[in-house]
């Protein structure tokens, strides 16, 4: 009697165990969450001049399309064009700017020095190469440091958008 | 227990272990990889929609907003083939696994603005849905759907194999360890059948006799212990077994030095009667019968005391066989006429009967059965001698009552009295003792029963003299 009972068991047990076994692996499952979904498009890029208030401004451009930091940037030292607002950036003839994204900030290398920019001219480019980044699903918290030609201890500076803080 | 439940104690722990080893290597395989093959597919989950999102996202900033037709293409091969590219009436589309997509991911996708995954098995194959929004990301970090849907169809199989070689390698582990446990059983049987097979051979010599028989403990297990214990049972027996012997010889010892220290007294005592016996001519009538009282139990006392120094000798086992060729028959008379019974007693018998006896000692049975018959029993009395193929056969019959059923196992105990009362009889009480003692030292028999008729009826058998018993040997019984 009590074998028959243990054996039951057991074999019951087993197929139980074998069948968990086997049936393990890919199964179906439901709509599950993944993450953070991408970004980056948009209709054109915001730049930032100075306004007759002697304040920072956003004015957008159409460009299609949103572009990179570096695009963005690029765009600001080719200068507002003929609107309504100044630019506190002296012109130059190059435009190139080097980008390189870090955990925690950006670096930008600008063709000017820091007699080029006032400190409204600096949060220009702060502002815009942060706006971009964000744009393109970066941090909102990322600082942002630029770097000039000649060496001056503002190169180190790691600074943040005015606006945004 | 059951038809096919192992009965040994091999078989057992051999099943118990194997079925335990079973159990545990399945469970521990079922529980390894089931969660190992969960934190695989969820892992590869994870790093095929890292990657589609990353795709996604590295080209965005070149995707026009809205989005023409090229710019879904350009989205479309960033991530790759079986990829769906939808915005509103537009669509972009490789590879022939998109039908796959479901319209609950499509809906997940739509609604909300994070990436959604699904799995599903279609051909016996698992497949991964990826489906991901593509956000506009304001200036002040807020987002809004652009639209833009991205869905792509990612094999799953190479994660199918990698749990199956999870389970195959679980499997052979589980097998390993399956031969490992019944190896383990094996050797736990045997150190465990070992002591009790030991122990077994110990209780058997010690059941045949040998109370020299000991196992030596090993360990300090449930096994030592019970070898120690049967160690010290043995031990016990053995010693009330010696102290019996020994009191048992004592007592033989006292009756046969009491017997023997009575012997010397008595024959001066003998020596008196003898000469009271030759003078009571000149006693007178009351002192005369007082006389021969004493002549007589004097005369008993000292039968008594010569049939217990024959019992003592059959005790100390210095009781020695003389035989010799002798003729039944004219044996059985001559003891007859010596005692003046030969009238009182029918013999039957051949012409004659050779045998190899002491003749002593047939004397003294054939008088004790006799006696024993016209004391006890009533006439007629009757002494058959007859022979067969081994024994001669020597049967006393009496025309008494018989021998009462609860009398006849004990007729040839010592001093045995079958009528309690009656304490005071001519005999010793050891005559029939003594009888059955010389039969067995014949190694004969000597039984008692009652006849056809109702009479008592001792049988003496002895066994027939043979070739190979040497003439003159001289046996004993009891070493």
């Not at chain 2, 159990?23 to 095929?48: C, D, F, M, P």
């Not at chain 2, 050797?187 to 006799?209: I, K, N, S, Y």
Request: proline fraction near 5%; include cysteine; aromatic fraction near 4%.
């Amino acid at each position: 009697m009590r074998s028959d009972f243990s054996s039951t068991v057991v074999c019951a047990l087993v197929s139980v165990l074998l069948v968990a076994v086997v049936g393990c692996g890919v199964r179906p499952s439901g709509v599950s969450d993944a993450g953070e979904a991408p970004t980056g498009v948009a209709p054109g890029v915001t730049l930032y001049f100075v306004d007759d208030n002697d304040e920072l401004r956003p004015q957008f451009r159409r460009t299609e399309r949103l572009g990179t930091v570096s695009d963005a940037v690029s765009l600001l030292l080719s200068g507002p064009g003929d609107s309504e607002v100044r630019t506190e950036i002296a012109s130059t003839s190059v435009t190139n700017v080097e980008v390189t994204t870090h955990s925690e900030a950006i670096e930008l290398r600008v063709p000017l020095d820091i007699g080029d920019v006032t400190p409204m001219g600096i949060d220009q480019i702060v502002c815009t190469a942060r706006t971009s980044h964000v744009q393109n699903g970066g941090s909102e918290r990322t600082r942002v440091r630029i770097r000039f030609v000649q060496f001056t201890p503002e190169s180190e500076v790691r600074r943040t958008c005015p606006l945004y803080e | 227990m059951g038809r096919w439940w192992p009965r040994g104690l091999r078989p057992r722990l051999l099943a118990g272990f194997a079925l335990v080893t079973v159990l545990g290597s399945l469970a521990a395989t079922w529980a390894i990889t089931e969660s190992a093959g969960e934190a695989l597919v969820a892992s590869n989950q994870r790093r095929i929609s890292e990657t589609v999102s990353g795709q996604i996202g590295a080209v965005t900033h070149e995707v026009s907003h809205p989005p023409d037709q090229a710019a879904l293409d350009r989205l479309r091969d960033s991530v790759g083939t079986d990829t769906l590219v939808v915005f509103e009436d537009l669509r972009s589309v490789d590879g022939t696994e998109t039908d796959l997509i479901t319209d609950g991911l499509r809906e997940a996708v739509r609604a909300g603005d994070r990436v959604v995954t699904q799995r599903v098995v279609d051909a016996d194959r698992p497949w991964l849905l990826v489906g991901a929004p593509v956000m506009i990301t304001a200036p002040d970090g807020e987002r809004t759907p652009s639209g833009i849907e991205v869905y792509t169809v990612r094999d799953l199989s190479a994660v199918q194999e990698e749990v199956d070689a999870l389970v195959r390698a679980a499997a052979v582990a589980g097998a390993a360890v399956l031969l490992l446990a019944t190896l383990l059983a094996l050797f736990t049987a045997r150190g465990v059948l070992r002591p009790v097979r030991e122990l077994r051979d110990t209780a058997r010599r010690l059941a045949a006799g040998d109370l020299d028989a000991r196992t030596e403990p090993q360990g300090v297990d449930e096994l030592a212990e019970l070898t120690v214990t049967i160690n010290e049972m043995a031990e016990s027996v053995q010693g009330s077994m010696e102290s019996m012997e020994r009191m048992r010889a004592d007592a033989r010892r006292f009756a046969a030095d009491v017997s023997h220290e009575l012997r010397t007294p008595l024959s001066t005592l003998t020596a008196v009667t003898e000469v009271l016996a030759a003078s009571t001519e000149d006693m007178a009538e009351d002192a005369r019968e007082s006389a021969r009282m004493a002549i007589s139990e004097t005369q008993r006392l000292v039968r008594l005391v010569e049939d217990l120094m024959e019992v003592s000798r059959f005790d100390a086992g210095s009781a020695r066989l003389r035989e010799e060729e002798v003729d039944m028959v004219s044996a059985v008379r001559d003891t007859l006429r010596a005692r003046d019974r030969l009238d009182q007693v029918e013999i039957h018998a051949p012409e004659e009967l050779p045998v190899r006896v002491d003749r002593r000692r047939l004397d003294v049975i054939v008088a004790n059965l006799v006696g024993n018959a016209l004391r006890h029993g009533e006439p007629p009395v009757r002494v058959s001698v007859f022979a067969d193929r081994t024994h001669v056969n020597l049967v006393v019959t009496d025309g008494g009552p018989g021998l009462s059923e609860h009398v006849v196992p004990h007729v040839f105990d010592r001093f045995f009295k079958a009528d309690a009362a009656r304490t005071r009889t001519p005999g010793s009480g050891l005559g029939l003792a003594i009888a059955l003692e010389n039969a067995r030292l014949h190694d004969g028999d000597l039984t008692a029963g009652n006849g056809d008729d109702g009479g008592a009826r001792f049988v003496l058998r002895l066994p027939r003299a043979s070739g190979d018993i040497d003439p003159g040997r001289e046996r004993g019984v009891r070493g």
